[in-house]
C-alpha cells in the first residue's frame, strides 16, 4: 500500500512545530465542556463500565445520529472506531481486484489509495478551475461511470473548499442511478457551510443504494473523540461492511459513545462556534493573498475549514518543507492529495489563524523572493 503521505507529513511536524496552517479541523474544546454542552455530566461519565460495546454502535448515540438526516433510521446507521475506517471497509467489502473506482480528485489520500490498492488502479474525476472559480465537469463523470463499481465524493470538498450546487449534485445522484454505480460519499465536512443556508441535503437522503460516511472530527471539531458513522441502507451491504469492522475495531469505546452522544446533542452549538472562526479567519486571509497576489493565487472556499493555494512559480514541497524546518510554519503540500500543479492546504479552523499568519507574512517579507521562486 502506498505511504499514506498526508500523515507521514503530519507525523513529522504537526506536534512540533509552532504555527500550525493545514490543520482540517476546527478549534477543539475539553471533554468537561463537551458535557456541560452536550447536558450530561462528569459523574455520570466517570462510573462508564470499560466493557466492549455492541458492533453497530450504542442505540442511543444511533438514534441520535439517525435524527440529522430526513429518511434514516438508527438500524441504518453503523457507528465506526474513526471515521478513516469507514473508508477502509466500505473500500474493503465493495471493491475486488479489476473493479474499476472513480474518485473525485484530489482527495484525502486514503480516498485515492485505498481502491487503487484494491483494484489495481483508480479513475480520477478532477475538479477544473475555470474563471478563477471550481467546477464540477459532468460530461466528464458520465463518460467515466459506464462499467465502474464504486464513484467517490466528498463535499464540502476537501481540500478546495469547493461546494456543488443542489442541481449538480442531483445529477451526480442520477448518473449513478443510471449506470449502476455505488455512490460512496464523505460528508465530514458538511454543515461548515457559510451561510449554512447552502448546506445541501446528504446524499444519505437523497439515493437509497448510497452510503455515506460523517463525523465529529471536521465540523463538530472534535478529532480526538476519533467518532464516525456509515449510512448504509441496503441490509446486505449493511451486514457485509460491519462484518469487515470487526476485523478493525469491532466496537467503539463506551467512553467515546458517551461522548458522541454528547456531541451530537450540542452539534449547533459547536457548528456556529466553528462557523464564526472560519469567517473571521477568512476576512483575515483575504487582505495577505492580495498583499501576495503575484506570487500566490487563492480561490476562497465555499464552505469547509480548508482551501487550497497555488504557487504561481516554485515548487509548493520545498516551500512547505522549508517553511517547517527553518521556520516552524507548518503548510501541506497538496500534491500528497493529488493535486495537480503547484498547491499547498491552509486550514481555516483555529483560532490561532491570525498569529500564524502573520509569522507567515513575516517570513515572507523577509525571504519571499528565495522561499516563492525555489525549485524541486
Known amino acids: 500500500m502506498k505511504l499514506f503521505e498526508t500523515e507521514d507529513y503530519f507525523g513529522r511536524y504537526e506536534f512540533s512545530q509552532p504555527y500550525m496552517l493545514a490543520a482540517s479541523d476546527c478549534d477543539n474544546v475539553s471533554i468537561a465542556e463537551l458535557i456541560r454542552l452536550g447536558g ?103 463518460d467515466l461511470l459506464p462499467g465502474a463499481r464504486l464513484l467517490a465524493i466528498n463535499f464540502p470538498h476537501n481540500p478546495t473548499g469547493y461546494l456543488p450546487t443542489q442541481d449538480e449534485l442531483d445529477q451526480i445522484v442520477g448518473l449513478c442511478r443510471q449506470h449502476g454505480v455505488t455512490l460512496f460519499s464523505d460528508e465530514m465536512y458538511r454543515g461548515l457551510e457559510y451561510p449554512p443556508a447552502t448546506t445541501l441535503p446528504s446524499v444519505a437522503d437523497l439515493d437509497e443504494t448510497a452510503i455515506v460516511l460523517s463525523g465529529a472530527s471536521k465540523s463538530l471539531g472534535l478529532p480526538g473523540l476519533r467518532l464516525g458513522w456509515l449510512i448504509i441502507k441496503d441490509r446486505r451491504r449493511y451486514r457485509d461492511i460491519m462484518n469487515t469492522k470487526v476485523y478493525t475495531s469491532m466496537c467503539s469505546p463506551q467512553a467515546s459513545e458517551y461522548l458522541g452522544t454528547m456531541a451530537i446533542k450540542a452539534a449547533p452549538q459547536l457548528v456556529a462556534k466553528n462557523l464564526a472562526i472560519i469567517r473571521e479567519n477568512l476576512r483575515v486571509a483575504a487582505p495577505f493573498f492580495h498583499k501576495w497576489r503575484e506570487h500566490l493565487r487563492w480561490i476562497p472556499p465555499q464552505a469547509g475549514s480548508v482551501s487550497v493555494i497555488e504557487m504561481r512559480h516554485g515548487s509548493a514541497d520545498a516551500l512547505c518543507h522549508e517553511l517547517a524546518t527553518k521556520h516552524g510554519i507548518v503548510l501541506l503540500p497538496s500534491r500528497f492529495m493529488g493535486c495537480q500543479g503547484e498547491y499547498f492546504r491552509l486550514g481555516l479552523g483555529r483560532r490561532d489563524f491570525r498569529e500564524c499568519l502573520a509569522v507567515f507574512d513575516d517570513v515572507l517579507t523577509k525571504h519571499g523572493p528565495a522561499l516563492l521562486h525555489r525549485g524541486p
Open 40 to 142: 450530561g455530566s462528569m459523574e455520570e461519565f466517570s462510573r462508564l463500565p470499560l466493557g466492549y460495546t455492541t458492533m453497530e454502535g450504542n442505540a442511543t448515540l444511533r438514534s441520535a445520529i439517525s435524527a440529522q438526516y430526513r429518511t434514516v433510521t438508527p438500524d441504518q446507521v453503523l457507528v465506526l472506531g474513526a471515521p478513516i475506517e469507514g473508508i477502509y471497509t466500505v473500500m474493503r467489502t465493495l471493491l475486488a481486484p479489476g473493479d474499476r473506482a472513480v474518485v473525485l480528485a484530489p482527495a484525502y489520500d486514503a480516498l485515492l489509495n485505498l481502491p487503487e490498492d484494491i483494484t489495481g488502479s483508480v479513475t480520477r474525476w478532477d475538479l477544473q478551475t475555470v474563471d478563477g472559480r471550481w467546477r464540477l465537469d459532468l460530461a466528464r463523470l458520465a
